[in-house]
């Protein structure tokens, strides 16, 4: 079968594990109406083509904050003096390993990246700065943006109905 061939069952699969990759097998071959070896069989297909990239536990925010303050989330524009190749994959080499950085999209129009930030206070979120930005003499702009509430948040990618 070719790895990257998804059928309906496939998509059933990718669906209830968007909504919660902690089900068990069986919980899971049964919502979908397949064998639990059938379904354990068809997940390790879809993490070997990397369809399933790794799994993850979801914070509440509001919940840690109870125990360990709220912290920042940020927002964060970044504009780059120079936009050829090489300068855009050197800023997203220098970002990569950085645990604050949640997210980096390089986006068109507009500013060159979008970054969202996770620091455990503002002296963190200033030495990150520092770090990334103000020491890169690439970076022409960075406009932060901070979060006052999460309203929403999700990481479930749209899939088709059927194929």
């Not at 125990?67 to 989330?73: I, P």
């Amino acid at each position: 079968m070719n790895p990257l061939h998804l059928d309906p069952t496939d998509l059933l699969l990718l669906r209830q594990l968007q909504k919660d990759a902690a089900l068990s097998n069986q919980a899971l071959a049964e919502l979908v109406h397949i064998s639990p070896p059938t379904c354990l069989r068809r997940v390790k297909r879809l993490q070997e083509t990397g369809l399933i990239e790794r799994e993850i536990a979801i914070l509440s925010v509001d919940t840690l904050a109870k125990v360990a303050r709220h912290g920042l989330s940020v927002v964060v524009e970044i504009t780059l003096d120079r936009q050829d190749q090489h300068a855009l994959e050197a800023f997203e080499k220098k970002v990569l390993p950085e645990d604050a950085v949640q997210q980096c999209y390089r986006v068109s129009p507009g500013p060159d990246f979008v970054l969202i930030v996770h620091a455990a206070n503002m002296p963190d979120y200033l030495a990150l700065t520092q770090r990334l930005f103000t020491t890169d003499a690439n970076v022409r702009n960075v406009k932060s943006f901070f979060s006052l509430k999460r309203s929403k948040f999700g990481a479930a990618l749209p899939l088709p109905e059927k194929l």
